[in-house]
């Protein structure tokens, strides 16, 4: 059964000659809740609360620990698990379908935080006897075993909410809107980050040891319980309608077999896809560098606090400032995936170069754990911190950009599920490996020179991606996994004609 709001209204053609259903959007307040951008923010303030608290403390370096060879391993199990489960997320998307899939992937949030903990903190006693939170690392060093297990349990979790992200705020925006909502989102997620660290700063105002104090973690995990309970209050997807009228093409629900079939059709259909792979494998690579080789190596916990509020609001500055470009009406859809690329490729070397005259003046063996660590009163202060600035920015840029070619790609919700997978499970894998290297003590120069020679190559990588793939405008061609159920459509009905031919044959015969 239908209401009023979702009444055919209209059918337009494309310039190829495809038809396409216009529909009535709801008025009133129902048409504010289930309107896009009012979603897409719902969908920001999931991850400003779950993601973004756990950026908050990650950017402290170290997770907020005098010593952050835990957390570094900790942070490498989130992400090893985030890269194997986020290749398969987006099947589990598409069989479960997005909401659901974005109600699982906050659970493991508030395990994570909670595993820094020192109090017993029983938290949804109905859910797996794991998720139970309890132990500090500040106070209990052998529980270090349980933050690791916590950020192993993060990764599986994590890879289906990010993937039932990408998949909704890419499919809820009209072509000419995705930078847009892209930069929506990403200026929301990355304000939890903003507000998780004034929590941190404010906190540790007062302190110049090198590790946060308990109270930290406490606020932050309160926030991160309440990032839970958004997804239950959000709109279906197969009830929302786009701005242009058009209604949003939500998962088939196939069977498990034709979702991993999926998979491989996705890249059959455009293997141009590969070229992004080592764009998404930079796109977590540089945090390892910049928070725990950079921030938490050369400055104080009071330091490092305002170091993080800086780089996280900083982001929302760039996600802004490249959705402009990404979605100006005055330039066809190719320039404009041309100019983000350079701005990238500007951007990467002003910083690299920066952070190379920094990086050539210490070590691991320079800078020993009880060091007296730089402070936010220091004469130096003010021009490393400007760096911090600009990463946040590039970092912004390079995860937005990426997304806006993921979407550039297709406007099949299916098909951006699988491709929002593969980015995050790559991305992940990058990131795993990097932690770990960090763990076992590699040395910051080979790091940050390996981290200089990633960020190059995913821009090299990308350009024939954009000179032979990215179009002005998404054609039926281009959606693979529309193209597979049409053929497969037609085929039954090739059948059934032939069925009909003999049947009519056989009342010839004498």
């Known amino acids: 059964m239908t209401t009023s709001s979702d009444e055919k209204r209209s059918g337009s053609s494309t310039p190829d000659g ?3 259903s216009v529909y009535e959007r709801p008025k009133g307040l129902r048409g504010i809740y289930y309107h896009p951008i009012t979603q897409v923010v ?5 991850c400003f609360l779950c993601p973004g608290m756990f950026n908050a403390l990650t950017g402290l370096g170290g997770g907020g620990q005098v010593d952050p060879t835990t957390s570094a391993n900790s942070t490498c199990a989130v992400y090893a698990t985030y890269a194997f489960f986020a290749f398969f997320s987006g099947t589990v998307n598409n069989k479960i379908g997005a909401k659901r899939t974005l109600l699982l992937g906050t659970l493991g949030y508030a395990l994570y935080v909670g595993s820094y903990l020192q109090v017993f903190f029983p938290f949804v006693r109905t859910c797996i006897i794991l998720m139970s939170i309890y132990s500090a ?16 349990i993060l990764g599986v979790t994590a890879a289906f909410l990010w993937t039932a992200q990408g998949s909704l705020m890419l499919s809820y925006c009209t072509e000419a809107q995705k930078g ?23 906190q540790n105002f007062r302190s110049t040891t090198n590790g946060v104090s308990n109270g930290t973690y406490v606020g932050i995990l309160i926030l991160t319980i309440l990032g839970v309970t958004i997804p239950l209050l959000m709109a279906d997807p197969d009830k929302m309608i786009r701005t242009d009228g058009t209604r949003v093409v939500v998962a088939r629900h196939p069977s498990w077999k034709s979702e991993f079939y999926g998979l491989w059709v996705a890249i059959i259909t455009d293997p141009m896809i590969l070229l992004l792979f080592p764009m998404f494998w930079a796109s977590n690579y540089f945090y390892t560098w910049q928070f725990n ?5 050369l400055f104080n916990i009071r330091a490092r606090s305002l170091n993080n509020f800086m780089y996280w609001l900083s982001q929302i500055a760039g996600s802004l400032l490249i959705g402009l470009v990404l979605d100006s009406k005055r330039l066809r859809r190719r320039v404009r995936a041309f100019s983000g690329w350079t701005i990238l490729l500007v951007m990467t070397f002003i910083v690299h170069v920066w952070a190379y005259y920094y990086q050539r003046t210490y070590t691991r063996a320079s800078i020993p754990t009880d060091a007296q660590k730089m402070d936010i009163y220091d004469p130096q202060y003010p021009a490393h911190i400007w760096l911090m600035i600009f990463y946040g920015l ?8 990426s997304f ?22 790559i991305q992940s894998a990058g990131a795993a490996g990097v932690w770990r290297m960090d763990a076992v003590g590699f040395s910051y120069m080979n790091i940050f020179l390996s981290t200089w020679c990633l960020v190059v190559a995913g821009l090299v990588f990308a350009f024939p991606m954009i ?4 179009r002005d405008t998404t054609v039926l061609e281009d959606e693979g996994l529309i193209q597979r159920d049409q053929e497969l459509n037609i085929k039954v009905k090739e059948i059934g004609m032939v069925e009909v031919e003999v049947d009519e044959s056989r009342k010839e015969l004498p």
């Open 394 to 401: 590039l970092d912004a840029m390079w995860q937005t950009t």
């Open 293 to 297: 080789d950079y921030n938490s190596a």
């Open 18 to 20: 495809d038809v396409v």
């Open 137 to 152: 690392i500040n106070i209990h060093p052998d529980a270090g075993w349980f933050v690791v297990a916590s950020g192993a």
């Open 180 to 202: 847009l909502f892209i930069s929506i989102f990403w200026a929301i997620f990355n304000l939890g980050a903003v507000v998780g660290s004034v929590v941190s700063f404010g």
């Open 42 to 46: 719902m969908l920001g303030f999931v």
């Open 467 to 470: 000179y032979l793939r990215i």
């Open 404 to 425: 806006w070619l993921i979407g550039a790609m297709s406007n099949d919700t299916n098909k951006l599920a699988i491709y929002a997978g593969f980015y995050h499970s």
